[in-house]
């Protein structure tokens, strides 16, 4: 059974930095595309970074949401089966339940870029896998 795990959540100050983490566990295939996503109160579900890795050459691309880029970086440690969200510069619209998303897949998931993963994630929700979230408030 897949798992995703998020951790590093917590209270920070305006200007402040934290890093998520995202355990995924149970998954078979080699090939991902994986998201950070945010919720703040009263507030629709939003993407923040991508990242597509995987294959023979081992392939890394990169997506950022324009609220994000430059202050946040999406990586990946494949030996601890784990992406990251280093957040930096947070403000207090960083509020919010921040979740990880994921989507494994064979030879066929070979995205051209680093925003096909997240449209691949994006659009078509409740085909991910989810995990429970990590809260952040930046004040």
């Known amino acids: 059974q897949v798992q995703l795990v998020e951790s590093g959540g917590g209270s920070v100050q305006v200007g402040g930095s934290l890093r998520l983490s995202c355990v995924a566990s149970?998954?078979?295939?080699?090939?991902?595309?994986m998201a950070w996503f945010r919720q703040a109160p009263g507030k629709e579900r939003e993407g923040l970074a991508a990242i597509y890795f995987g294959g023979a050459t081992y392939t890394e691309r990169t997506f950022y949401a324009d609220s994000v880029k430059g202050r946040f970086t999406i990586s990946q440690d494949s030996a601890k089966n784990t992406v990251y969200l280093q957040m930096n510069n947070l403000k207090p619209e960083d509020t919010g339940m921040y979740y990880c998303?994921?989507?494994?897949?064979?030879?066929?998931?070979?995205?051209?870029?680093?925003?096909?993963?997240?449209?691949?994630?994006?659009?078509?929700?409740?085909?991910?896998?989810w995990g429970q979230g990590t809260q952040v408030t930046v004040s």
């Open positions: 149970g998954y078979t295939r080699s090939r991902v595309c």
């Open positions: 998303a994921a989507r494994w897949g064979g030879p066929s998931l070979n995205p051209s870029s680093g925003a096909w993963c997240y449209d691949f994630l994006a659009t078509s929700p409740e085909r991910n896998y």
